[in-house]
């Protein structure tokens, strides 16, 4: 039986998993030094907070077969801006390579484009997180360009591959 991969709101009783599965050196070396590392239990209990006074939502639970195994995120820009968002994801290590992310990202890129009346998302991936490009181009991504040195990450300087959707290409 194909495993049911599913994107939901956040509840409390995730904030446990949360932690246990962001507080990895590895799922954390390819996010945005905002998301703190080490990832504690109340890191993640502000944060699910957060995610409930977004209206619409933008934060999401990935579940695989009915547990939290990620969070994805569409980060809605302003101004002239207002029709795009900006697309964040990580999944727990134990549940790489089991085509999770490439699920959520399909899932995300329809709610945005339906939903959320959106016409571009689009996603910064470091050089080196060859995984996510795929996921995004297996969703029909385009790389429009890289950016070279243009991000730091645990004290090194990094190209920034940027990918991107059109509503009119779904």
Known sequence: MKPAIKLRPLIAKDAQLI???????????NLKDYIPYPYALKDAEEFIEFAKTKDPLQNLGITYNGAICGVISLILQT????KNAEMGYWIGEQYWGKGIGTKAVELITEYGFKDLALER??????????????ILEKNGYTKEGICKNAIIKNGKILDEHIYAKLKYEQ
């Open 19 to 29: 932690a246990n599965l962001l507080n990895n050196k590895k799922v954390w070396d």
């Open 79 to 82: 101004d002239i801006y207002r």
């Open 121 to 134: 998302i689009e996603a910064g991936v470091f050089a080196y997180n060859r995984a996510s490009m795929s």
